[in-house]
């Protein structure tokens, strides 16, 4: 019988297995979680061959190297990166064929901040509340990955065929968000919303998958009370103390106290999702989502 499972040799800095996410459980207090680049993780799935949901690698800055146990096709995308098979220099943004026992080695990011990995057949961890995701916040899901531990596959289907290459973004230069104002836009002076729309921030290194946080002008606040914990949906811009904006993520808390000055589109979220530490970003107002 074929062994269908990833040996992981180098788990890189933070290694997750992501899907679609675990929408529908905000209730529960469980975030939707999910791959922070929805659409380099479904591109890396038609790559080799996958359904939309199968789960997938996603790492942050510097890669990581797997051994499969059996001949497998791969696909790597997201953040540009230099792909190797045993050595030698091998494909990104297209499907690559790596016998069994090779070492498919993902490197560190030249441009973006995440990667994405798919294995025809899937990551194939047990499912919690229907999703695979790695959730840092909540700690459902698998633990992110370390280096010796083994990731089952599971057996491609053969439903869906590959595809040669697909075209994909590059890592912004300059991060652009669209937001709706409010819901608590009114708890900010005037000035405050003004600022956040007309001034350019900068993405800080202390972000994750929780939240984008931001360095930049501090946004004043017109009422100094406190909220009670409200729900908080994916792209709210909550404002902490400090003042500088906060763009929640997929593992971002279903409820949080800071007011919310405005909630970013979705769309915009995946290219959050590549901006490195330093990325300049503008929030640009709209009216409808």
Same mark, same amino acid.
């Given at each position: 019988?074929?062994?269908?499972?990833?040996? %992981?040799?180098? !788990? *890189? @800095?933070?290694?997750? /297995?992501?899907?679609? =996410? #675990? $929408?529908?459980?905000?209730?529960?207090? +469980?975030?939707?979680?999910?791959?922070?680049?929805?659409?380099?993780?479904?591109?890396?799935?038609?790559?080799?061959?996958?359904?939309?949901?199968?789960?997938?690698?996603?790492?942050?800055?510097?890669?990581?190297?797997?051994?499969?146990?059996?001949?497998?096709? %791969?696909?790597? !995308? *997201? @953040?540009?990166?230099? /792909?190797?098979?045993? =050595? #030698? $220099?091998?494909?990104?943004?297209?499907? +690559?064929?790596?016998?069994?026992?090779?070492?498919?080695?993902?490197?560190?990011?030249?441009?973006?901040?995440?990667?994405?990995?798919?294995?025809?057949?899937?990551?194939?961890?047990?499912?919690?509340?229907?999703?695979?995701?790695?959730?840092?916040?909540?700690?459902?899901?698998? !633990?992110?990955?370390?280096?010796?531990?083994?990731?089952?596959?599971?057996?491609?289907?053969?439903?869906?065929?590959?595809?040669?290459?697909?075209?994909?973004?590059?890592?912004?230069?300059?991060?652009?968000?669209?937001?709706?104002?409010?819901?608590?836009?009114?708890?900010?002076?005037?000035?405050?919303?003004?600022?956040?729309?007309?001034?350019?921030?900068?993405?800080?290194?202390?972000?994750?998958?929780?939240?984008?946080?931001?360095?930049?002008?501090?946004?004043?606040?017109?009422?100094?009370?406190?909220?009670?914990?409200?729900?908080?949906?994916?792209?709210?811009?909550?404002?902490?103390?400090?003042?500088?904006?906060?763009?929640?993520?997929?593992?971002?808390?279903?409820?949080?106290?800071?007011?919310?000055?405005?909630?970013?589109?979705?769309?915009?979220?995946?290219?959050?999702?590549?901006?490195?530490?330093?990325?300049?970003?503008?929030?640009?107002?709209?009216?409808?989502?």
């Amino acid at each position: 019988m074929t062994d269908r499972a990833l040996s %992981v040799v180098r !788990a *890189g @800095a933070l290694t997750t /297995v992501q899907d679609l =996410g #675990r $929408p529908g459980h905000a209730h529960l207090g +469980v975030p939707r979680s999910g791959a922070l680049d929805g659409p380099a993780a479904a591109l890396v799935n038609r790559l080799v061959g996958n359904r939309p949901e199968a789960a997938v690698l996603e790492t942050t800055l510097n890669g990581c190297a797997v051994r499969p146990r059996s001949t497998v096709t %791969v696909a790597v !995308a *997201g @953040a540009p990166c230099p /792909v190797r098979v045993d =050595g #030698r $220099p091998a494909a990104w943004g297209a499907p +690559v064929r790596v016998p069994a026992g090779a070492l498919l080695d993902v490197g560190a990011a030249v441009s973006g901040v995440r990667g994405y990995v798919a294995v025809s057949g899937g990551i194939a961890v047990e499912p919690v509340l229907g999703s695979r995701s790695t959730d840092l916040l909540s700690g459902l899901g698998p !633990a992110p990955l370390t280096d010796g531990s083994v990731l089952p596959l599971g057996s491609p289907d053969g439903l869906h065929a590959p595809v040669d290459v697909g075209p994909q973004p590059a890592p912004p230069a300059e991060l652009v968000l669209r937001v709706t104002p409010g819901p608590r836009h009114d708890w900010f002076t005037p000035e405050a919303v003004r600022t956040l729309t007309s001034r350019t921030y900068r993405v800080s290194p202390m972000s994750n998958r929780i939240g984008l946080r931001t360095e930049g002008p501090a946004l004043e606040r017109a009422l100094s009370g406190e909220l009670p914990s409200e729900g908080m949906v994916l792209g709210a811009v909550q404002v902490p103390p400090d003042g500088r904006p906060v763009v929640f993520l997929a593992d971002h808390p279903t409820t949080g106290g800071y007011p919310v000055i405005a909630v970013v589109r979705t769309a915009d979220l995946p290219a959050a999702a590549q901006a490195v530490p330093g990325t300049p970003v503008r929030f640009m107002a709209v009216h409808r989502r």
